[in-house]
């Protein structure tokens, strides 16, 4: 951790020394207000299409597409999208990326708020995986009655610095122990925003790019110019290549090596150390304690009722924690079943006559609710 | 203190392992000292289980304690008898080479010994994880869960659910009876019954550097060691309660002595021959894939040193005879019992009767997995690099049996996901990764054999 400290803190650093001007973000503006023609623009099916000074008015009976060809010489993680609509509409924005077939596109709903002022509509890029700043077609497609004057739509991008130190800091943040680590681990990402940072792990794939590339960048350059020294003036310099594939070694092996470590401190803060009513197991909340008291219940029966607000990964924890006995569902053939284990499920209740009520219909016979865990999760016997 | 128990446990069949391993090198040993226990500890709970699972299904015994007790001690006596028996002849031991080379500098010294309190501190990060609640799919779906079957029932049981079908019934049972075995000294314990699996990762780390000190000095062997320890989900699978880095360790003996046999001569050949030919039958009762992804390209190697190696007529027969015996052993009696029970052949889905066609996105997942994760840190480059630049050494020098495995079944498995309803493993990348697990040690012995003559040539 120390180390890891001192990293982050000489990148942070070394960051302030760089020029503020290369804080200025990444802008490309594409203006259609006081125009005398706006190029590229393609439309299919909207039914009128006029530029005039405050910008692009279309109107449109039928769904209708205005596509544009792009290019963009920086990456873009935020779309401004300032218009006037007195009518309102929706529609999809929708690009073209890499790769993809002639007729082929992604695409994010986007809505334009009725009203005679100028509004703005920003879109997140940096939260949609599938965005790519490369995209060679960009375009909307407005739905039916929708009535809009286009001003404005700009692309932004990181600054220069934030496309350094972002991922600098980003290195260091682990994702959590989860059901997929142990089929893969994302590994050092790369992101290039605040917002974007936080959100990192919130999703999979996670919102980022992979360090690898710059692994790879840094380990072609060098063998290249290990090998151009060699061609041009004999000397051998392999020895300094691997070197320097040593050092990426460690430091990707101090990367990982950190992320496991996060997961045993995660695993010692949350479980380990809490008495076991407010323990919580990795992703699983309290799922884990739970299931170890509730399953005491179970014990030298042969079945018992099982209900969660999920059916992975709980059923088959259950299973496992309380085998040999096994649960069955409550809509099964439960009769002989006396033990009752819910969890995570506050819409349960028990009515006046001590049965279960389930979906509002009383579905056990008569009983006591035995252990509570905490609200929603508890342990039901009949009588 | 349920730890203590774990020595315990482990003693019986580490100590079968070690006589088997023992008296079949015979009067020519070419294992280290504690090469052969750690090897003896790994191949001896196969055969220990493997034996009580004969007990189990012939009706002679069954998996309570003192079946499985009786099983193992009867195999210890028969074992440690032919021991005694030839125990004149059976008392040198291999001694580790000498390190020849220059003395350690002070800037290597501190290195290594960050580098190994490093893994130090994953390792005691990883036994924090694999003590506690079962958390993985196939660790609670799998193998503790038919561990725990074997416990409390003690018989064999294939449908662990009734009406949800035989289809984990269909695995080996090598690992839940080595659980279900320690279950029975000190109940059912998370803890306790998956620490194995973290022996079984250490014992990949002792058997690498074995393997690495008989080609070169000690500060090659242990680079070798720490790069096995720096391969992220190989350290997470070494700490997790999953069968594939224990299969991965199994093949490695398999592969790795038939190498050593390869590069060897004479009696030390044969000897080795003879410890491969144990290791791939036992390899069969490890993990269902072993049998169809890792024992073809065996034994395709096996035919390749035997047309190829320079072998006497003798040595040939000698050779058949050994990997005829040790696999039938074990192929013919599990492959019967998979028949008489309508068990499937495959892993995760059984293989029979698939469709064959293409599934696009496959090889992208394959190499997002390979390439654009942290699973493997920057070790395929290094393999791919070293392969390519050193390809001579890879394939037509000895070491071809090694780097010839890898390929091989890294190119054998493609099609499976490539054209197989498994192609869903590959794009969801729950199951392609595993087979990767299974072979890094031998990836990285590859490896650390190529950098060193690169090192060495410049």
């Not at chain 1, 092996?253 to 803060?269: V, Y």
């Not at chain 2, 193998?143 to 449908?159: D, P, S, T, V």
């Not at chain 2, 002792?206 to 393997?211: D, G, S, T, W, Y």
Request: glycine share 8%.
């Amino acid at each position: 951790m120390i180390l890891r400290n001192v990293f982050v803190t000489v990148l942070t650093a070394s960051s302030l020394m760089v020029p503020a001007v290369c804080n200025a973000e990444n802008t490309t503006t594409w203006s259609m207000m006081n125009q005398d023609k706006v190029e590229g623009w393609n439309t299919v099916n909207l039914t009128t299409v006029n530029l005039i000074p405050q910008g692009l008015a279309i109107s449109t009976e039928t769904t209708g597409q205005l596509v544009r060809v792009s290019k963009f010489r920086h990456s873009v993680d935020k779309i401004g999208i300032t218009y006037i609509s007195p009518a309102g509409g929706g529609g999809l924005f929708f690009w073209r990326a890499p790769g993809m077939a002639e007729d082929q596109a992604f695409q994010i709903p986007i809505s334009f708020n009725v009203s005679t002022t100028q509004q703005q509509t920003v879109l997140d890029m940096g939260q949609v995986p599938e965005w790519d700043a490369r995209s060679d077609r960009i375009g909307f497609v407005l739905d039916a009655g929708s009535q809009v004057i286009l001003q404005e739509i700009t692309f932004i991008g990181p600054s220069f610095a934030d496309k350094i130190i972002f991922p600098l800091k980003t290195f260091f943040d682990f994702d959590q122990m989860r059901a997929y680590s142990i089929n893969f681990l994302w590994g050092p990402m790369m992101t290039f925003s605040d917002e974007q940072r936080a959100q990192l792990y919130t999703k999979t794939p996670p919102l980022g790019d992979s360090w690898n590339i710059v692994f790879y960048w840094v380990l072609g350059i060098a063998l290249l110019l290990v090998l151009l020294i060699k061609k041009i003036i004999r000397r051998n310099h392999f020895g300094m290549f691997f070197m320097l594939f040593a050092a990426l070694w460690i430091l990707y092996d101090f990367r990982m090596g950190s992320e496991l470590i996060h997961f045993a401190r995660t695993d010692l803060k949350i479980w380990w150390s809490k008495p076991i009513e407010i323990k919580d197991y990795r992703d699983r909340d309290s799922f884990t304690a739970f299931a170890n008291v509730a399953q005491k219940f179970t014990e030298g029966k042969e079945n018992y009722v099982f209900i969660a607000s999920h059916g992975w990964p709980f059923w088959g924890s259950m299973t496992y924690e309380s085998y040999p006995a096994l649960p069955v569902t409550y809509d099964s053939n439960t009769e002989g079943v006396d033990t009752w284990i819910i969890f995570n499920r506050n819409d349960i209740t028990v009515n006046d006559e001590g049965r279960l009520m389930i979906n509002g219909k009383p579905t056990s016979p008569p009983g006591d609710i035995m252990m509570t865990f905490e609200p929603g999760s508890f342990v039901f016997v009949t009588r | 203190m349920i730890y203590l128990l774990l020595p315990i446990g482990l003693a019986l069949p580490t100590v079968c392992g070690w006589l088997l391993l023992r008296i079949v090198e015979g009067q020519t040993p070419v294992l280290f000292k504690w090469e052969r226990w750690t090897a003896g500890f790994v191949l001896g709970g196969i055969l220990t289980t493997y034996l009580i699972f004969l007990t189990e299904v012939t009706g002679i015994g069954s998996f309570s304690f003192l079946s499985m007790f009786l099983t193992q001690l009867i195999l210890l006596m028969i074992l440690g008898g032919l021991y005694w028996k030839n125990r004149s002849k059976l008392t040198d031991n291999l001694n580790l080479t000498t390190d020849n080379s220059s003395p350690w500098k002070f800037w290597q010294k501190i290195v290594a010994a960050t580098l190994g309190l490093w893994v130090i501190a994953k390792l005691v990060s990883g036994f924090i994880l694999l003590i506690g609640p079962a958390y993985f799919d196939d660790t609670i779906s799998n193998w503790n869960i038919r561990g725990k079957a074997f416990y409390i029932h003690q018989e064999l049981i294939l449908e662990i659910i009734p009406g949800k079908g035989s289809g984990i019934g269909s695995y080996p049972q090598a690992i839940p009876l080595q659980k279900a075995w320690l279950a029975h000294l000190g109940g059912w314990h998370e803890g306790l019954v998956n620490s194995l699996h973290m022996i079984w990762y250490l014992a990949a780390l002792a058997l690498v550097f074995f393997a690495l000190r008989r080609l070169m000095n000690l500060r090659w062997s242990l680079l070798g060691v720490y790069l096995l320890a720096s391969v992220p989900l190989y350290t997470m699978h070494g700490v997790s309660a999953y069968g594939d880095c224990f299969l991965s360790v199994v093949i490695f003996l398999a592969v790795s002595w038939l190498f050593f046999a390869a590069r060897s001569v004479g009696t030390d050949r044969m000897t080795f021959i003879r410890l491969g030919a144990i290791a791939t039958g036992l390899l069969i009762y490890t993990k269902s894939e072993a049998l169809l992804l890792h024992l073809p390209p065996l034994a395709v190697l096996v035919l390749g040193l035997l047309i190829l190696g320079g072998m006497t007529g003798m040595q040939k027969k000698k050779t058949i005879a050994w990997y005829g015996l040790c696999v039938s052993s074990v192929l013919i009696p599990w492959v019967l019992f998979k028949r008489m029970n309508d068990l499937g052949f495959g892993n995760a889905k059984n293989i029979s009767g698939m469709a064959l066609e293409w599934h696009e996105g496959v090889l992208r997942a394959i190499g997002i997995n390979t390439f654009w994760e942290g699973n493997w840190s920057l070790l395929p480059i290094l393999f791919l690099g070293l392969v390519i630049a050193k390809w001579r050494t890879a394939f037509r020098s000895n070491l071809i049996i090694l780097t010839g495995f890898v390929i091989v079944v890294i190119v054998g498995q493609l099609p499976i996901y490539m054209f197989t309803a498994l192609y869903v493993e590959a794009l969801n990348q729950t199951g392609y990764a595993r087979g990767i697990i299974h072979l890094i040690p031998v990836v990285v012995v590859v490896t650390t054999v190529i950098l060193e003559r690169v090192m060495s040539d410049e």
